[in-house]
């Protein structure tokens, strides 16, 4: 029988995605027997991401603080803290922070794209959204898992 997961807001692991920003997970895909990852993402104004999808799994954010500027499935929406955006599965998107830091709640349903995110990340102890950048990394983390497919660069 599972074990009930309860945590604090800073006993998560911390991750540094070479991406940028800085994941606070919250509870793993072990921890959900699979059903879904979630983390807090804590991220710097400008970052974006490429044009991608999750083959896979569904992605969902929920805003706490700060705005981005979605693009999904060729439209472009702004959300702020407090909103939230549930892509499917296959659906290109794309974000860009537009304030000057950004935090949110990503959780990816089913819990099957945690081995992608370990891959384009590494343990850290920093508090703060700014750190090294290698989406050559992600790339091949993308590559290796076929968690997230990159179709192009951001659309922004």
């Keep these: 029988m599972k074990q009930a997961t309860v945590r604090e807001h800073d006993e998560g692991e911390r991750r540094w995605f070479f991406g940028g920003g800085l994941q606070t997970w919250l509870a793993t895909e072990d921890e959900t027997d699979g059903q879904f990852l979630i983390f807090e993402d804590y991220l710097e104004g400008g970052k974006t991401t490429p044009l991608h999808h999750h083959p896979d799994t569904d992605e969902t954010f929920i805003m706490l603080d700060g705005d981005i500027r979605l693009h999904i499935d060729g439209e472009d929406r702004t959300l702020g803290a407090g909103g939230i955006a549930v892509i499917p599965r296959g659906v290109p998107h794309a974000f860009l922070v537009t304030t000057p830091t950004a935090r949110m709640l990503c959780l990816h349903t089913p819990g099957n794209s945690e081995a992608f995110f370990r891959g384009a990340s590494e ?20 590559e290796r898992t076929h968690a997230i497919e990159i179709l192009g660069p951001p659309p922004f």
């Design 123 to 142: 343990p850290t102890t920093q508090d703060g959204p700014s750190g090294p950048v290698d989406f050559e990394r992600v790339r091949q983390s993308a």
